[in-house]
């Protein structure tokens, strides 16, 4: 019983044996070329030149496009063709021309078209000839005008018109002395009291200046003006007396109140312009 048992062992000795002589032969089982000896993949063989093997090289990196973002548009109203409105502005002035009240429309950072009325009244003592008048000025007129702003900034350039339709002058003298009318000299009672009037001879007359103050301009509620210019205008006038000499028998007196008038005449002609100057406020809306 006990050579039965030694020879069972010896026999399972030598077959295991033989499975592990099997298992290490050139025909068996071989460990996979990706790892190395000792079981962890193998490297890369190297490129000709030093250069790493594909498989090490870097991908190469790639930038996706921002996303695009959309300008905001800012609120307020746009013309139809694209530009925005600068909307409107009103305020009062004063100034040669009176006292007044201006209407600005804004078209775009550029240009502004500009509109009112202006009403002034004041007395002058002018020396014409050899006579001193007191004269009363009445003035009412309606300023059309466009603003020229050449840098879109405050500094502008205007043209414009100036309606007047009310606009006049009452000349009146009364002499205490001895006075030259004419080509020859009267005591005051053949001269009595002159009397004149001068109106503008154009209704519309042209305008030029420059300003500054953009009174629709951009973030910005109240704006001082101000303004210097030109109203290139005419006049015509007329002259009359009320002292004995109007109804002497001679002609004398009469013919130099006319030659009166021409000389005033042609003192206001050499009044070709007018000068403007005003200041003033704006409040834009």
């Given at each position: 019983?006990?050579?039965?048992?030694i020879g069972?062992a010896?026999?399972?000795?030598?077959?295991?044996?033989?499975?592990?002589?099997v298992?290490?032969?050139?025909?068996?089982?071989?460990?996979?070329?990706?790892?190395?000896?000792?079981?962890?993949?193998?490297?890369?063989?190297p490129?000709?030149?030093g250069?790493?093997p594909p498989?090490?090289?870097a991908?190469?990196?790639?930038?996706?496009?921002a996303p695009?973002?959309e300008?905001?548009?800012?609120?307020g109203?746009y013309?139809?063709?694209?530009?925005?409105?600068?909307?409107?502005?009103?305020g009062?002035?004063?100034?040669?021309t009176?006292?007044?009240?201006?209407?600005?429309?804004?078209?775009?950072r550029y240009?502004?078209?500009?509109?009112?009325?202006?009403?002034g009244?004041?007395?002058?003592?002018?020396?014409?000839d050899?006579v001193?008048?007191?004269?009363d000025v009445?003035m009412?007129?309606?300023?059309?005008?466009l603003d020229i702003?050449?840098?879109?900034?405050?500094?502008?350039?205007?043209?414009?018109?100036?309606l007047q339709p009310?606009?006049?002058?009452d000349?009146?003298?009364?002499?205490?002395?001895?006075?030259?009318?004419?080509?020859h000299?009267?005591?005051?009672?053949?001269?009595?009291t002159l009397?004149?009037q001068?109106?503008?001879?154009?209704t519309?007359?042209p305008?030029?200046?420059?300003?500054f103050?953009?009174?629709?301009?951009?973030?910005?509620?109240?704006?001082?003006?101000?303004e210097?210019?030109v109203?290139?205008?005419?006049?015509?006038?007329?002259?009359?007396?009320?002292?004995?000499?109007m109804?002497?028998?001679?002609?004398?007196?009469?013919q130099?109140?006319q030659?009166?008038?021409?000389?005033l005449?042609?003192?206001?002609?050499?009044?070709?312009v007018?000068?403007?100057?005003t200041?003033g406020l704006?409040?834009h809306f």
């Amino acid at each position: 019983m006990k050579l039965r048992c030694i020879g069972w062992a010896l026999a399972m000795g030598v077959v295991w044996s033989a499975v592990c002589a099997v298992g290490q032969s050139p025909g068996g089982i071989r460990p996979s070329p990706a790892l190395n000896p000792a079981g962890r993949p193998a490297a890369p063989a190297p490129q000709p030149g030093g250069r790493p093997p594909p498989s090490a090289q870097a991908a190469p990196l790639t930038l996706a496009p921002a996303p695009a973002v959309e300008a905001e548009e800012e609120e307020g109203i746009y013309w139809i063709w694209g530009q925005k409105w600068p909307g409107i502005a009103l305020g009062p002035k004063i100034g040669t021309t009176g006292i007044g009240l201006d209407l600005t429309f804004g078209i775009n950072r550029y240009l502004n078209l500009r509109g009112g009325f202006n009403y002034g009244s004041f007395t002058w003592s002018p020396k014409l000839d050899d006579v001193e008048y007191d004269l009363d000025v009445d003035m009412l007129s309606i300023p059309l005008m466009l603003d020229i702003h050449p840098f879109g900034g405050h500094f502008r350039i205007t043209a414009g018109l100036f309606l007047q339709p009310g606009t006049e002058g009452d000349l009146r003298a009364t002499p205490d002395k001895n006075v030259q009318i004419g080509s020859h000299t009267y005591p005051p009672e053949v001269v009595g009291t002159l009397r004149g009037q001068i109106d503008v001879a154009d209704t519309l007359a042209p305008y030029l200046g420059i300003g500054f103050g953009n009174a629709v301009a951009e973030d910005q509620l109240l704006t001082f003006m101000v303004e210097l210019g030109v109203i290139f205008q005419s006049y015509d006038s007329s002259l009359t007396a009320d002292g004995a000499g109007m109804t002497a028998k001679l002609d004398t007196f009469r013919q130099d109140i006319q030659e009166e008038e021409r000389n005033l005449q042609k003192d206001l002609d050499d009044l070709k312009v007018y000068p403007v100057l005003t200041l003033g406020l704006a409040w834009h809306f």
